[in-house]
């Protein structure tokens, strides 16, 4: 693990899709707000670190446990399946934000990647989905 102890911030979902591959392996990302929660290019989200195998968010002894608590975050999906979505968006279209929004929909609601030849394109990705 990094142990990457930097202090937490708050980022859009556009900004973390759209430097995924720069994000830090062993991160989680977390979501602000209610069920259903909506995926859009300015939701608010959080990268935080993995700070070593034997510590998870959900542990006491997580550093960013008060940040989580203060900004009613909740875990939603690790790092490197919000980079397995990106980049399998990627290899099938140019990467456009509103692809990548609809393939992290798509994944979050169905636990899969999207196949965008299969999906009629929407006229906005501003949709409801699932929380797993």
Same mark, same amino acid.
């Given at each position: 693990?990094?142990?990457? @102890?930097? !202090? !937490?911030?708050?980022?859009? @979902? +556009?900004?973390? /899709? &759209? ?8 991160? *989680? @990302?977390? %979501? ?6 909506? %995926?859009?290019? *300015? #939701?608010?989200? #959080?990268? /935080? !670190?993995?700070?070593s195998k034997d510590i998870t968010w959900e542990d006491k002894e997580y ?5 989580? &608590?203060?900004?009613? @975050?909740?875990? /939603?999906? *690790?790092?490197? #399946? %919000? ?7 990627? #290899? ?14 798509y994944y979050i609601g169905h636990d899969a990647f999207i196949a965008f +030849?299969?999906? !009629? ?7 409801? %989905?699932?929380?797993?």
């Amino acid at each position: 693990m990094d142990g990457d @102890l930097r !202090p !937490p911030r708050l980022r859009s @979902l +556009e900004d973390v /899709l &759209r430097h995924a591959a720069r994000l830090s392996h062993y991160g *989680d @990302l977390f %979501v602000q707000g209610r069920r259903p929660w909506k %995926v859009t290019r *300015d #939701a608010v989200v #959080a990268v /935080l !670190p993995k700070v070593s195998k034997d510590i998870t968010w959900e542990d006491k002894e997580y550093p960013h446990r008060r940040f989580i &608590r203060e900004n009613k @975050l909740r875990y /939603l999906i *690790d790092v490197p #399946a %919000v980079q397995d979505v990106v980049s399998n968006a990627r #290899a099938q279209r140019r990467g456009s934000m509103d692809d990548l929004t609809l393939a992290f929909d798509y994944y979050i609601g169905h636990d899969a990647f999207i196949a965008f +030849e299969e999906i !009629p394109r929407p006229a906005s990705s501003k949709r409801s %989905v699932r929380q797993r």
